[in-house]
């Protein structure tokens, strides 16, 4: 758990973070205030931040990269999500038993501001609209954990891959190329799939113009069509 550079938190953050909900409003003496003992730390590949059962003594504030939240069940690992910016982490543990249920770590590098709980618990203890901003963060978390889990339910292994690289491109309609941000086996776990179940769905989707080209990247030939296909019910 220790970070790959701490960089102290000056003003250059405070840009950022008026891309986070928690913070989105909030002016740049408010935030001085709230965060004065944060600090900005930087995480090489594969380093943990926290593990399940850790005392939660400060929570994250994602700001570049990604983090892997996940669990471990006797020697199995589950992905629970893959986070990115303006994520927030970290922070429920705050409000339940002050420990972590489960465990995050950097994926390729990640950049956060690590915030320590008892001041910040002190300000929310004056500043109650701060403390439902904070509220409706969790709420925005997990009203996209139930639509992923409702996508794996209901969509097909194909149908979950064809979202996943439509979110990557950002557009609606026309062709772009795109590149996995992170490890295709890591995407496949986040999908709830193995890496073989991935290849194959990549190779049923090739009908509708995706390709799979070199060092990760993708090209999608027509992405109405491919909207269109995860939006079908059933669709094979």
Do not use: C, W
Not at 6 to 18: C, G, K, N, Q
Not at 63 to 86: A, C, K, N, T
């Amino acid at each position: 758990m220790t970070p790959t550079h701490i960089v102290a938190f000056d003003r250059s953050a405070l840009f950022e973070l008026t891309m986070t909900p928690l913070f989105l409003g909030l002016g740049e003496d408010e935030l001085r205030y709230l965060l004065g003992e944060a600090r900005i730390e930087i995480y090489a590949d594969g380093l943990a931040l926290f593990s399940a059962g850790d005392l939660a003594d400060r929570f994250f504030v994602m700001l570049d990269g990604h983090i892997e939240i996940f669990v471990v069940e006797g020697r199995r690992r589950s992905v629970v999500e893959i986070v990115q910016r303006p994520a927030v982490l970290g922070e429920a543990a705050l409000f339940a038993d002050g420990r972590h249920p489960h465990s995050a770590r950097s994926v390729g590098h990640a950049k956060v501001l690590a915030v320590p709980a008892p001041p910040f618990l002190a300000v929310l203890d004056q500043r109650f609209d701060l403390a439902l901003r904070m509220l409706g963060s969790q709420s925005i978390r997990l009203r996209r954990l139930v639509e992923q889990i409702s996508r794996l339910k209901l969509k097909t292994t194909a149908q979950r891959l064809a979202g996943f690289l439509l979110g990557l491109s950002g557009e609606t309609a026309g062709s772009v190329s795109v590149r996995f941000p992170y490890d295709k086996r890591l995407a496949a776990e986040t999908l709830g799939m193995t890496a073989e179940s991935l290849s194959r769905a990549l190779a049923r989707l090739a009908s509708l113009g995706v390709e799979s080209r070199p060092d990760n990247v993708v090209f999608l030939a027509d992405l109405r069509a491919l909207t269109e296909f995860v939006m079908e019910e059933g669709a094979d």
